[in-house]
């Protein structure tokens, strides 16, 4: 909760308690509390007012007229405590339970980068002329897809706006948010606070200096997910040079926003027959691993200027790696068996669904959450058997109390059940994502490991991986 809410609740309580301290005590705190509840109340009401606070609110109005009457009226009585002791339980209960709907559904508070690089961030809407649109019967659709790029960059001055969180403005934030809640089966304001959350970037700031090229990371969201979706870790990979690009991919991602104004909604569904739900998820794969490459090509075109940008001939080209999440971790995989311009992968709990897995020359970094019986039993078998398809040493980690999410900035913003988010705390499950990466990463496109008792060595990359959970190297097969 942010101080004005804290001051809310305190003012409530406060409201609610008066009538049970002492009487020296009782006068000054019934005339205080009103006020410490009015002034964060009226600061709220202008600033935009969390539904959590609503029962705070609740709870603080129905026991400002018992507290206050005694004081108003001479010959005013105090309710017996035997009938003011139920409503003091209901009215701090309803405070009680705002407050911890605010903790369990807050706004999202991103960690602070730690890379010496500040962060700045910009979006291209991007259409393949090449490509038909599959998802519409209109035959001079092509297909389009929405890149958000984070990339080192200078400091911004003192004051500089920060990037909202889920789109451009603030209202695409909404809209994105409003179908993200729907894509997951919520009602819309559980998931009212990720508008109002602002992240490290500004956008369109100036990219660092000193002329340095930055490898590239590009980035599939789930299924259904959207470009930043991992905000939390892009932002902490362009503080240590690199840049990464999130993609929507319309009629998949929840909701995409394009520059003209339309939105376009999600069009996959899931039908319950498994056989039927593979052949779609593999038809979703090829398409997502199509838009990755298609983007690693305009790359280079917009390092050349032929797209304006921050990033101009600031685009390591050459080292670029295909990264994803879920649907997007096995569209990362597909992509660099396809497209040998890709120099690595990185798969975030990702099931493969490449219908015809062949080698591939590329190192992969697989971060998965704990194998347990309720995961699907297919899922390790085949990510084992794809990443011994790659003729570079690979790496598959396990990160202990994970979830399926604690590889994105859902624990930034959902209730903590281990089920769910996972056992770690709100922002250790982003930490680790990146620093694993950053380890993977630096090893593989700028060749020398980072981490934890890498020394420089060979064994670098496998000896800092391990610190993070449990490690399964897979030799260069040599197919």
């Not at 406060?14 to 009487?23: D, E, F, Y």
């Not at 309710?79 to 339980?89: F, M, Y």
């Not at 979006?123 to 019967?137: I, Q």
């Not at 490449?354 to 697989?366: E, K, N, R, S």
Request: aromatic share 6%.
């Amino acid at each position: 909760m942010n101080p004005w809410e804290w001051l809310l609740v305190f003012g409530a309580v406060a409201l609610v308690l008066a009538r049970w301290l002492p009487p020296r005590a009782r006068r000054t705190v019934t005339l205080g509390a009103p006020a410490v509840v009015a002034v964060p109340g009226a600061v709220l009401g202008v600033l935009g007012m969390r539904w959590q606070m609503v029962p705070v609110l609740a709870g603080a109005a129905a026991a400002l007229p018992f507290a206050l009457a005694p004081l108003l009226r001479r010959r005013a009585r105090r309710a017996p405590w035997w009938l003011a002791l139920p409503g003091s339980v209901v009215c701090l209960a309803l405070i009680a339970a705002g407050s911890g709907a605010a903790w369990a559904l807050p706004t999202p508070v991103f960690p602070e980068p730690t890379g010496r690089f500040a962060v700045g961030t910009s979006v291209l809407e991007l259409t393949d002329p090449e490509r038909p649109e599959t998802a519409t019967a209109a035959p001079e659709d092509r297909r389009t897809v929405v890149a958000q790029f984070w990339y080192p960059a200078r400091q911004s001055p003192a004051g500089s706006r920060r990037a909202p969180y889920l789109g451009r403005t603030e209202q695409e934030a909404r809209v994105v948010s409003g179908a993200l809640a729907e894509y997951s089966g919520l009602p819309g304001m559980l998931l009212d606070g990720l508008p109002r959350a602002r992240t490290h970037a500004v956008y369109d700031a100036p990219a660092a200096g000193g002329g340095e090229r930055f490898p590239v990371v590009l980035f599939s969201p789930g299924l259904g997910g959207v470009r930043t979706q991992n905000t939390a870790w892009a932002e902490e990979l362009a503080s240590h040079g690199y840049v990464v690009v999130g993609l929507d991919h319309p009629y998949d991602s929840a909701a995409v926003v394009l520059a003209d104004g339309r939105t376009v909604r999600t069009e996959v569904s899931a039908t319950g027959d498994d056989a039927e739900d593979e052949r779609r998820a593999a038809r979703w794969t090829a398409v997502r691993a199509a838009d990755l490459s298609f983007v690693r090509a305009r790359l280079e075109r917009a390092d050349g200027g032929a797209v304006p940008g921050p990033l101009a001939g600031r685009l390591d080209t050459g080292r670029v790696a295909a990264a994803g999440h879920s649907l997007g971790g096995g569209a990362a995989l597909q992509a660099a068996r396809q497209d040998p311009g890709f120099a690595a992968v990185i798969d975030l709990d990702g099931f493969p669904h490449d219908p015809d897995p062949q080698p591939f020359p590329q190192p992969v970094l697989a971060l998965t959450q704990a194998i347990g019986p309720d995961t699907d039993p297919d899922y390790l078998p085949h990510l084992t058997r794809v990443l011994g398809l790659s003729r570079a040493t690979s790496y598959r980690l396990t990160v202990p109390g994970a979830a399926h999410l604690t590889f994105t900035d859902a624990p930034l913003y959902l209730p903590p059940l281990p089920s769910l988010v996972g056992s770690p705390d709100r922002t250790k499950g982003s930490r680790i994502t990146a620093a694993a990466s950053l380890v993977f990463l630096d090893g593989t496109l700028r060749n020398h490991p980072a981490g934890p008792g890498s020394q420089g060595s060979p064994a670098g990359p496998a000896t800092a991986l391990a610190a993070y959970g449990t490690l399964v190297v897979h030799p260069k097969s040599g197919v």
